[in-house]
């Protein structure tokens, strides 16, 4: 989801009235078959959603303001505290580089424009955390929270954002994949079948109470044409789990650490079934009981599918000094040990 470029003035025009079109279908078509998303979280989403603004100031000039340019998207958790992808945040300086602003100015639903100071990012993740100025923060009274409890395919979802830095626009889909992979990011993401354009980057992908299930990251690009924008449906956001870990480290000021079983894997078959087991070990598992070639079976009760499942369940559900349950087969029988979980920083 990159910056915004201006559009000429034909596109605009036909854009207006395919957002018209489309308005007017989606009204017929709602009062045809009701939605389950209540008008509360429709209207709270709406509400807490913010436009996060290009920074536009002509250092030569600096008694003339800059241009009003949406580049992407947030969303206001409370306390005046915004959430965004970080690359939405980032600045490019020829002599410098890339670079996450200090400050930045958002746009509220009521076009409210507001300065708000970074509190924290993560350079593991593309999630970033800024304050609104105190004095303005009585300007954002509504709150969300990130959802608790696993996303599933199929789960119904909407977004609130920004796309071409046009909105607030609405758009609604379903969740596909929950655990795919983009080189962008060293976790997981959800993937969602969701209109989503340059500019949505850092939006909330909501459930149908208005709950936060993840932040918007990426969506693949179809066409390759350099410099221009982008849209599909094919959109993959930072799951809310996980993001909430980076906004509670951020917000607590504690360095950001994820927990370390002190595996590593291969894959086995396990009958007809193909398992991970363990090609070798170290601490704290080495101590725990854990041996070379166990198969993994399960962790705190949840059963091991893959390598992957396991790396997210430690960095999203654990903490480095808390004891898990892990359940493994060796030779015939199945073992559980008892692992104190090792910090590793991120």
């Known amino acids: 989801m990159s910056d915004l470029a201006p559009l000429p003035a034909r596109y605009v025009r036909l854009l207006a009235f395919v957002v018209g079109t489309v308005t007017m279908m989606l009204s017929l078509e709602l009062r045809a078959e009701p939605t389950p998303l209540s008008h509360d979280a429709?209207?709270?989403a709406r509400q807490v959603t913010v436009g996060i603004l290009a920074d536009t100031q002509d250092k030569r000039t600096p008694e003339r303001p800059g241009k009003i340019v949406v580049r992407?998207?947030?969303?206001?958790?409370?306390?005046?505290y915004v959430i965004t992808a970080r690359h939405a945040a980032e600045k490019h300086e020829p002599s410098t580089g890339t670079s996450i602003q200090k400050q930045i100015r958002v746009l509220t639903n009521d076009l409210h424009e507001l300065p708000a100071d970074l509190v924290g990012e993560s350079s593991f993740m593309d999630v970033v955390v800024y304050r609104v100025a105190e004095p303005h923060r009585?300007?954002?009274?509504?709150?969300?929270?990130?959802?608790?409890g696993e996303v599933s395919p199929g789960m119904e979802v909407f977004t609130v954002g920004y796309p071409l830095g046009w909105g607030p626009t609405m758009a609604f889909g379903r969740l596909g994949n929950t655990n795919t992979f983009l080189q962008t990011v060293d976790t997981r993401l959800i993937q969602a079948d969701l209109s989503a354009c340059s500019g949505n980057s850092g939006g909330g992908l909501f459930n149908m109470q208005g709950e936060v299930v993840g932040v918007l990251h990426a969506v693949i690009q179809t066409d390759k044409e350099e410099y221009q924008a982008?849209?599909?449906?094919?959109?993959?956001a930072i799951p809310g789990t996980l993001s909430e870990r980076i906004v509670n480290a951020a917000l607590s000021g504690t360095p950001l650490a994820f927990s370390r079983l002190g595996v590593h894997m291969t894959s086995v078959k396990d009958g007809t079934k193909v398992r991970v087991a363990v090609k070798e070990v170290a601490e704290p598992a080495k101590t725990a009981g854990i041996q070379k070639h166990d198969v993994l079976l399960a962790i705190e009760n949840t059963e091991i599918l893959d390598g992957a499942q396991l790396k997210n369940y430690l960095i999203e559900r654990t903490r480095p000094g808390q004891e898990v349950a892990v359940k493994v087969r060796r030779v015939d029988t199945d073992l559980t040990f008892h692992v104190v979980l090792e910090g590793g920083g991120k």
């Open 42 to 44: 429709f209207l709270r």
């Open 72 to 80: 992407g998207t947030g969303f206001h958790l409370r306390d005046g």
């Open 138 to 148: 009585s300007k954002l009274q509504t709150e969300t929270s990130f959802a608790r």
């Open 230 to 236: 982008h849209c599909s449906r094919m959109t993959f």
